[in-house]
């Protein structure tokens, strides 16, 4: 399956109603409970019983529909479920207001215990990077394999083109903004994401991006969406100020899982020259250069992606290599 052939996945299923969220071909929804918390998690069965499981993660904005492309392919290898953060997809915000990166972190260490699900092989793209590099430095027994596309993770030098995301931290920008654009239809929006997403928007088709403004009028009605959009900005600010112990550099240094890592030289918000950073830090990685690749990879390229995946499963399954060894490729 072609990047181009996402749209055409997640459009599978007739029109959704208002207010619904859109369910592909061999996909399925769930609600899970939690004291103060509730998940939806989308899943697409195994092709047989007995794989490890997998939990994706979105980012920023995102929703478990980010990783539709990518879990048909895997789904010979490994269980996949891909979870909504709280706030995000159709998980309501959660009872306590934390959309900080531990917050979101605690959440899916809270799912994860609470289905005995782990350990499992956590994926994670820009935020939820950040939040499932977490998860594997203080919930080891939790991870198996660690994947992360385009992780959020501190930089120094901030891209301009990443600029405006960060702004949203700030008490009031949402707000601020939310009337500055009150008269921006659906498809601006959307075109606006692709274009600051994708190293070339061109790739998604016209069922694609229809599919994400039916997703986007959805989104726009939810009462909470904005303040999930700001206080997880914030969290990831707050985030990139820790030092000591709790900073994220030095929880990657702690990362005991096998890493592979995902960046796309088309990335406008997180940088591309952060990749050789991530690849020092964690001690058992391996490193996926996508030239042609924005921000999200595994939408754009989900079969370079998979086959990386795929790779990084056999080879810790074999226990290929001494530990700490890394190896590089591209395409």
């Not at 609600?31 to 920023?60: I, K, M, N, Q, Y």
Request: hydrophobic letters at 40%.
């Amino acid at each position: 399956m072609s990047s181009t052939d996402l749209p055409n996945l997640l459009a599978t299923t007739a029109s959704p109603k208002p207010g619904t969220v859109a369910v592909a071909d061999g996909e399925r929804l769930d609600s899970v409970g939690l004291p103060g918390l509730s998940l939806t998690v989308r899943s697409r069965p195994s092709v047989r019983s007995g794989l490890d499981p997998a939990l994706f993660v979105h980012g920023l904005g995102g929703s478990s529909q980010n990783w539709s492309a990518l879990m048909p392919l895997l789904a010979d290898v490994v269980d996949c479920e891909a979870v909504d953060l709280p706030g995000f997809g159709d998980s309501p915000p959660p009872d306590d207001g934390d959309y900080s990166v531990t917050g979101h972190a605690r959440a899916v260490i809270r799912y994860l215990d609470a289905r005995s699900r782990g350990p499992v092989h956590l994926v994670g793209n820009s935020l939820g990077g950040a939040i499932t590099t977490r998860v594997a430095a203080v919930r080891p027994d939790l991870v198996r394999t660690l994947t992360l596309v385009s992780p959020a993770l501190p930089e120094l030098r901030v891209q301009r083109t990443a600029v405006p995301t960060g702004l949203l931290a700030l008490p009031g920008v949402a707000a601020l903004f939310t009337r500055l654009t009150r008269e921006w239809t659906a498809e601006q929006r959307v075109r606006g994401v692709l274009g600051l997403c994708y190293g070339d928007p061109g790739r998604v088709t016209q069922e694609g991006f229809d599919a994400a403004v039916r997703e986007m009028e959805r989104r726009l009605q939810l009462p909470y969406f904005w303040d999930a959009m700001a206080r997880s900005a914030r969290g990831i600010v707050n985030a990139y100020t820790l030092g000591g112990q709790h900073g994220l550099w030095r929880q990657a240094e702690r990362v005991l899982a096998p890493t592979l890592l995902v960046y796309g030289a088309r990335d406008l918000l997180v940088s591309y020259r952060m990749a050789r950073r991530a690849a020092n830090a964690f001690r058992d990685s391996r490193l996926l250069t996508l030239p042609d690749a924005g921000h999200v990879a595994m939408m754009e390229d989900p079969e370079t992606v998979a086959t990386a995946f795929r790779e990084l499963l056999a080879d810790t399954a074999a226990n290929a290599g001494p530990s700490g060894s890394r190896t590089e490729s591209g395409s």
